[in-house]
């Protein structure tokens, strides 16, 4: 057997086109399965927008003070006047949205009550800040 030594240090001034045609395959081979995918139309059905700009529901500020106060709109209410107010609220063909701010220090007990009766009277949208 007979084997040959390269004898001097010059470079091979050949390429090995092997691995690049095997790239070139298995890209085709990639391309030819995911082009039927991407053409595929799939039906969707999506709302429509309406044109018209619905106005945004009022909303009800309700404070809660540290000592129990309350106030509905910077008006002052007890307990009686509180229930009747979420009463007139909730019976609008556009409920407001009630926003209790509860003060630091109070009692949950309070703001317990206040969200209990509002849902018993049936407002939707309560939303709540200043509470920590």
């Known amino acids: 057997m007979a084997f040959s030594v ?3 240090n010059d ?3 050949q390429i090995n086109v092997t691995p690049l045609v095997d790239v070139m395959l298995v890209l ?3 391309f030819m399965i995911s082009a039927p995918i991407i053409t595929h139309k799939t039906k969707l059905d999506l709302p429509q927008g309406s044109t018209t700009l619905t106005e945004a529901p009022t909303s009800i500020h309700l404070a809660i003070q540290a000592d129990g106060a309350m ?3 910077d008006t002052a209410v007890n307990l009686d006047q509180l229930r009747t107010q979420l009463s007139v609220a909730a019976m609008q063909s556009k409920q407001p949205t009630l926003e209790i701010d509860a003060a630091d220090g109070v009692a949950y007990d309070a703001v ?3 969200l209990a009766d509002a849902k018993a009277q049936g407002l939707a949208r309560i939303d709540m800040f200043g509470v920590r």
């Open 28 to 30: 085709l081979i990639i």
């Open 71 to 73: 106030y509905w709109n």
């Open 11 to 13: 470079v091979m001034a």
């Open 6 to 8: 390269r004898a001097s």
């Open 112 to 114: 317990a009550r206040v």
